[in-house]
């Protein structure tokens, strides 16, 4: 099947935002989202590396930035 890949890493990243806390360590997220696509934002600098055995992975600080920025873009009500 094909798919707009970055259109898909967008949401994943938006919906990573809803998932999100941060603390003195940076933002964490929930990370049960395709492998596949988690691994894509990870060569892209977005997140930690997601085969790591916690269960959330880490948002650079770009990767927070676009994270919100993505959610309400497209789940936003404005």
């Known amino acids: 099947m094909k798919y707009n890949k970055d259109r898909v890493e967008e949401t994943v990243l938006a919906l990573l ?3 999100s806390s941060h603390d ?3 933002t964490r997220a929930w ?14 600098g977005y ?4 085969q790591i ?3 959330t992975v880490v948002l650079s600080e770009e990767g927070a930035k676009l994270s919100k ?4 873009k497209v789940f936003g009500t404005n």
């Open 17 to 19: 935002y809803l998932t």
């Open 24 to 26: 003195q360590y940076g």
């Open 31 to 44: 990370k049960g989202f395709d492998v596949g696509v988690l691994e894509r934002l990870f060569e892209k």
């Open 47 to 50: 997140i930690s590396d997601p």
């Open 53 to 55: 055995k916690s269960p």
């Open 69 to 72: 920025e993505f959610f309400f």
